[in-house]
Nanobody, 124 residues
Framework: QVQLVESGGGLVQSGDSLRLSCTASILAAATYAMGWYRQAPGNEREFVATISWTGDTIYYSDSVKGRFTISRDNAERSVYLQMNSVNPDDTAVYYC?????????????????WGQGTRVTVSS
């Protein structure tokens, strides 16, 4: 069982930057693909970014490509999401995700573990 704990959410203004962090409870999670999803009020949970356990395979959704950067530190059992140039459309609860495969992490159904979520609110 892997527990994921997110931090770093908050209220920011449009154009600001924000960094989300997620730490896994066990070192074995370092071999999992990790990622970030988000869910805005009234919407389904959507993929934001994923990174393989080696860090050499990264995917972004079109809506965040060029603004957000995902990274990980396996020694710290952590994954990060650097969010730049945020806008009100980025307002959502952001969830950390872990999956046994890089392919699985890219779909909600393929995620093995979820964090509890951290709220990001972007004011205009």
């Amino acid at each position: 069982q892997v527990q994921l704990v997110e931090s770093g959410g908050g209220l920011v203004q449009s154009g600001d930057s924000l960094r989300l962090s997620c730490t896994a409870s066990i070192l074995a999670a370092a071999t999992y693909a990790m990622g970030w999803y988000r869910q805005a009020p009234g919407n389904e949970r959507e993929f934001v970014a994923t990174i393989s356990w080696t860090g050499d395979t990264i995917y972004y959704s079109d809506s965040v490509k060029g603004r957000f950067t995902i990274s990980r530190d396996n020694a710290e059992r952590s994954v990060y999401l650097q969010m730049n140039s945020v806008n009100p459309d980025d307002t959502a609860v952001y969830y950390c995700a872990a999956a046994a495969t890089t392919r699985g992490i890219r779909q909600v159904a393929g995620v093995d573990y979820w964090g509890q979520g951290t709220r990001v609110t972007v004011s205009s």
